[in-house]
């Protein structure tokens, strides 16, 4: 008698409470047709305002859309965007000293590094420059100090005489670029090593065979040592290189990772 009554109990309580949320879900339902009614009503005096306004004036085409800004219209406009290629090192530090003319000192160098994020392969930029003897090379004032210029400025040659700044070399124009005429020496292929010592790839090469020759892992590496991976540096190269049975294989050269020194 006690489990019935138990079981009539939990019944009662649960039609309860399905009558209760039958009572909210209609609720609800109602709430959310008064508000889609609303919601009607409201558009349709919106529809009936905008007729009237449409009404009282003339009616317009559609302006067309405007074209999107291309290169050529950008180019014409004069809006030009450049992206630096490369960054120039010269033996000359600083403005002071520097000559105004190469013939001054023909015996100055620099060296042009091109940037590897400009291309996928920087050394499929440079094939075939090598059967040319002179580059001409249009690059950046970066460093000028200020980008302020004048339109007249005094030449140190003329005496303090004030001249056009498009008639003299001056580095402060509305443009800061210049053009050199260099003339080229070598081209060293990106990634690979600038020796110091060695006179060039094929001395390397004849003395990463002599040293590979000799063997010159320790005893313990020889013997012992389950690595066969042998690293050694050879003025400025970094190789890495696998022992096997009888033979060893060069596997990677690269330029020796310095770290610069603060000073």
Known sequence: MMSS?????????LNQQVNVMRKEIKNLRQQIDSAVRAHRKHMSSLQSELE????????????????QPGPEISLEKGCIQTVPIGY?????????GTPRQPAVCTVSRASL???????????????????????????????NGHLSYKAKVKPP?????????????????PNAIGLTLAKLESITEWGRPKFQFLKGADEAEAAVRGILAADPRSVYRRTRCRDRLFF?????????????????EVLRVRPVQTQEIPT
């Open 5 to 13: 009554c138990s079981c009539r109990e939990q019944s009662l309580r």
């Open 52 to 67: 009237i306004w449409s009404r009282g004036k003339p009616q317009k085409r559609p302006a067309a859309p405007d074209p």
């Open 88 to 96: 120039i090192d010269s033996c000359f530090s600083r403005k002071n």
């Open 113 to 143: 590094q091109i940037q590897p994020s400009v291309f996928n392969n920087p050394d499929h930029a440079l094939t075939g420059l090598e059967n040319y003897s002179h580059v001409w090379l249009i690059f950046l004032f970066h460093k």
């Open 157 to 173: 040659r003329l005496n303090g005489q004030k001249v056009g700044v498009y008639s003299t070399r001056s580095p402060h124009r």
């Open 232 to 248: 050694f540096t050879l003025d400025s190269a970094e190789i890495t290189c696998w022992f096997g049975d009888g033979f060893v």
